[in-house]
């Protein structure tokens, strides 16, 4: 299928997936299924990689800040910076894409190979709305709450990385987090998350929605669904910083 | 009753229908046979309107099923039951969760309503023990069992199998096309069966379409397959040795 071909149907696709519910209870219980599955699920990761790359980023800033010139509290800012302007954002977006992206695109993939998606149609279920807009949903309600627990985890995890490599004291590194604070980098980057959430759901429910085959072709579709969700994050970085930034 | 007026289908340069018709009737087991790639589940599908036929009607009673809206389709939906090739149980769902889909979504009914309707569909099949289980923790034979529950749930005035019995031991098929064939004439639905059985065939032919690359081959009953001269149907029905044997000793 050529380019402009997947655009097209991914959009028709959209269309679909985008349609009034057929019973709003269990609409709302699926809803709430996926928010634990999509959300509370990737606590985990989320809580790892940032508390990691909080700590990195706080001994990188550390240990290149050689210029005495330089205050001691621009750790605490930069740690702060780095997190909520793009790590908690896009990286994250990025990991979850794999994460959560490899999982979904299965599941449906393989709901579709095993006709279970027929099973829907022929009961007169919109499959597509059934299934997919749930988890739109679910991500895009949540994500934002993984993207502050990122910002605050990773902080945390700078500044113990701090006091425990004894680059720099606890006052200075909670100074540094505190002063020059943008309210506005903190919506751009909300702004951004929810767009991640949107890709990070719908991009590899289209991949698994089409999927025709075999095991063997759920598992490309779900290779296939992690590039592509990826590629669109960072192109999707790139707009909105321009847009949004500018 | 579910007739077909000249129904073609092709996906690209591929033709897999061409120019069916019949009339399949109420309160009998309808078989659609042939050989696997002969377009069964393509015809199956496109008679409940999964795939869109290229031309032809399809009339569910006096209902034009063809041309009709997205609304009214949706309503005779509600009136068919499907069983998948492999059973297509919603595998997130345990199996009484599964039989009570189809309520939830399109009943009244009210909760305990629910409940008891799930118990005697599961009870009609014979599923005693797994209404917790889960569709990956129970046997083919039972998944097929609880997909005939989930079908016939909402009292369906059609009834659909594909290849009920693929993948099961010869003693599991024949309960399977006995039970459905039971619940045809319990609720006089209209079923259509694929399979290319021949146990099934004999068991439960009472009208059968064969189908040969595509085209209608021949239309009739199980005690009429026997003798007939259609060479194709011959090797489809005598392809296996006991076949060749018992055709022999007649
Ligand atoms: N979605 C499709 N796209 C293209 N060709 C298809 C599709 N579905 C089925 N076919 C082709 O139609 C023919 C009939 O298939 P099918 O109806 O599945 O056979 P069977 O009688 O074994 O059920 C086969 O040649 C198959 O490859
Ligand atoms: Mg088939």
């Given at each position: 299928?050529?380019?402009?071909?997947n655009?097209?149907?991914?959009i028709l696709?959209?269309?679909?997936?985008?349609?009034?519910?057929?019973?709003?209870?269990?609409?709302?219980a699926?809803?709430?299924?996926?928010?634990?599955?999509?959300?509370?699920?990737?606590?985990?990761?989320?809580?790892?990689?940032?508390?990691?790359?909080?700590?990195?980023?706080?001994?990188?800033?550390?240990?290149?800040?050689?210029?005495?010139?330089?205050p001691?509290?621009?750790?605490?800012?930069?740690t702060r910076?780095?997190?909520?302007?793009e790590?908690?954002?896009?990286?994250?977006?990025?990991?979850?894409?794999?994460?959560?992206?490899?999982?979904?695109?299965?599941?449906?993939?393989?709901m579709?190979?095993?006709?279970?998606?027929?099973?829907l149609?022929?009961?007169?279920?919109?499959?597509?709305?059934?299934?997919?807009?749930?988890?739109?949903?679910?991500?895009?309600?949540?994500n934002?709450?993984?993207?502050v627990?990122?910002?605050?985890?990773?902080?945390?995890g700078?500044?113990?990385?701090?006091y425990?490599?004894?680059?720099?004291?606890?006052?200075?590194?909670?100074?540094?987090?505190?002063?020059?604070?943008?309210?506005?980098?903190?919506?751009?980057?909300?702004?951004?998350?929810?767009?991640?959430?949107?890709i990070?759901?719908?991009?590899?429910?289209?991949?698994?929605?089409?999927?025709?085959?075999?095991?063997?072709?759920?598992?490309?579709?779900?290779?296939?669904?992690?590039?592509?969700?990826?590629?669109?994050?960072?192109?999707?970085?790139?707009?909105?910083?321009?847009?949004?930034?500018? | 009753?579910?007739?077909?007026?000249?129904?073609?289908?092709?996906?690209?340069?591929?033709?897999?229908?061409n120019?069916?018709?019949?009339?399949f009737?109420?309160?009998?087991?309808?078989?659609?046979?042939?050989?696997?790639?002969?377009?069964?589940?393509?015809?199956?599908k496109?008679?409940?309107?999964?795939?869109?036929?290229?031309?032809?009607?399809?009339?569910?009673?006096?209902?034009?099923?063809?041309?009709?809206?997205?609304?009214?389709?949706?309503?005779?939906?509600?009136?068919?039951?499907?069983?998948?090739?492999?059973?297509?149980?919603?595998?997130?769902?345990?199996?009484?969760?599964?039989v009570?889909?189809?309520?939830?979504?399109?009943?009244?009914?009210?909760?305990?309503?629910?409940?008891e309707?799930?118990?005697?569909?599961?009870?009609?099949?014979d599923?005693?023990?797994?209404?917790?289980l889960?569709?990956?923790?129970?046997?083919?034979?039972?998944?097929?069992?609880?997909?005939?529950?989930?079908?016939?749930?909402?009292?369906?005035?059609?009834l659909?199998?594909?290849?009920?019995?693929?993948?099961?031991?010869?003693?599991?098929?024949?309960v399977?096309?006995?039970?459905?064939?039971?619940?045809?004439?319990?609720?006089?639905?209209?079923?259509?069966?694929?399979?290319h059985?021949?146990?099934?065939?004999?068991?439960?032919?009472?009208?059968?379409?064969?189908?040969?690359?595509?085209?209608?081959?021949?239309?009739?009953?199980?005690?009429?397959?026997?003798?007939?001269?259609n060479?194709?149907?011959?090797?489809?029905?005598?392809?296996?040795?006991?076949?060749?044997?018992?055709?022999?000793?007649?």
């Amino acid at each position: 299928m050529s380019f402009f071909e997947n655009i097209g149907q991914y959009i028709l696709f959209l269309k679909r997936v985008v349609s009034k519910p057929e019973k709003g209870r269990v609409f709302f219980a699926q809803i709430i299924k996926e928010i634990y599955k999509l959300g509370v699920n990737s606590v985990g990761i989320v809580v790892i990689i940032s508390v990691f790359m909080g700590a990195v980023i706080s001994l990188q800033t550390a240990y290149n800040l050689v210029n005495p010139l330089l205050p001691d509290y621009l750790v605490g800012y930069t740690t702060r910076e780095s997190m909520i302007l793009e790590f908690s954002s896009t990286i994250v977006g990025l990991i979850l894409a794999g994460k959560v992206g490899s999982n979904i695109a299965s599941e449906i993939g393989s709901m579709r190979v095993t006709e279970q998606i027929d099973a829907l149609e022929i009961m007169g279920i919109n499959s597509a709305s059934y299934l997919i807009f749930p988890k739109i949903i679910a991500a895009v309600f949540i994500n934002p709450f993984l993207y502050v627990l990122s910002v605050f985890v990773g902080i945390t995890g700078g500044l113990m990385a701090s006091y425990m490599a004894g680059t720099v004291s606890v006052p200075d590194f909670i100074y540094g987090v505190q002063v020059d604070l943008i309210p506005y980098y903190i919506i751009y980057s909300l702004i951004k998350t929810l767009v991640f959430a949107f890709i990070i759901t719908s991009v590899p429910s289209f991949y698994g929605y089409y999927v025709s085959g075999g095991a063997l072709e759920v598992g490309k579709a779900s290779t296939k669904a992690v590039v592509n969700s990826s590629i669109l994050i960072l192109l999707a970085n790139l707009i909105l910083t321009q847009l949004l930034l500018k | 009753m579910i007739t077909l007026k000249n129904i073609n289908k092709s996906f690209g340069e591929l033709d897999v229908l061409n120019d069916i018709s019949i009339q399949f009737e109420a309160g009998k087991t309808n078989l659609i046979i042939g050989q696997s790639g002969s377009g069964k589940t393509v015809l199956l599908k496109s008679i409940i309107g999964l795939l869109d036929v290229d031309t032809g009607y399809i009339y569910y009673d006096d209902r034009d099923f063809t041309n009709m809206n997205f609304k009214d389709k949706k309503e005779i939906r509600k009136e068919m039951g499907m069983v998948f090739q492999g059973g297509a149980l919603f595998d997130s769902l345990s199996v009484e969760e599964n039989v009570k889909f189809p309520l939830d979504m399109f009943s009244a009914m009210s909760e305990d309503e629910k409940k008891e309707r799930v118990s005697f569909c599961l009870d009609r099949v014979d599923i005693k023990k797994a209404h917790k289980l889960y569709p990956a923790e129970i046997s083919g034979g039972m998944q097929k069992r609880v997909a005939i529950a989930r079908a016939i749930a909402l009292n369906p005035r059609y009834l659909f199998c594909d290849e009920p019995n693929s993948g099961l031991d010869p003693v599991t098929a024949i309960v399977i096309d006995q039970l459905i064939q039971e619940i045809t004439k319990e609720y006089n639905m209209t079923t259509i069966i694929n399979t290319h059985d021949m146990n099934s065939v004999m068991e439960i032919g009472e009208k059968i379409l064969f189908i040969n690359k595509g085209v209608k081959a021949w239309e009739g009953c199980s005690d009429e397959i026997f003798d007939t001269e259609n060479q194709a149907l011959n090797n489809f029905v005598f392809a296996s040795n006991l076949f060749k044997k018992i055709k022999s000793k007649l």
